[in-house]
């Protein structure tokens, strides 16, 4: 593991960031360390959950229109999702690790985080290709 400096001529601006964890061109950063870009895996967990509830607005509606009955049921009908949690991403390289726990409050949240996870294992993939 090297120390959380990075050397001033491997200085260079991150490509991507997952919380605490930065990606340069060669070096994997956090807040534990820094490990060449070849020698790091990642591997990441979703936790978070997801539920189904009959919203506030649809319950005010049945209550409103209770009169017409079976107009005011179609309200029930009406479904909201939320999500919630988080997604851990962990870095590993050389015996030492790192984990970074990354809240999670939309769907388009958890893709996102995949979809950076996804671009720094391509990273990862794309130097170890070119120290071989």
């Given at each position: ?103 999670v409050y939309s769907v388009a949240d958890r893709a ?21």
């Open positions: 593991m090297h120390s959380g400096q990075i050397a001033s001529s491997d200085a260079s601006p991150y490509l991507i960031s997952i919380g605490n964890i930065h990606a340069t061109d060669h070096w994997v950063v956090t807040p534990a360390g820094s490990w060449p870009l070849d020698r790091a895996n990642v591997a990441v967990q979703d936790q978070t959950t997801t539920t189904t509830h009959t919203p506030a607005w649809a319950i005010v509606m049945v209550i409103l229109f209770i009169w017409f009955f079976l107009l005011s049921l179609l309200f029930l009908l009406a479904r909201e999702t939320r999500i919630h949690g988080h997604v851990a991403v962990t870095v590993y390289a050389d015996g030492q690790s790192y984990v970074e726990h990354i809240p996102s985080v995949f979809h950076r996870v996804a671009h720094l294992q391509y990273l990862i993939g794309n130097a170890r290709a070119v120290s071989r």
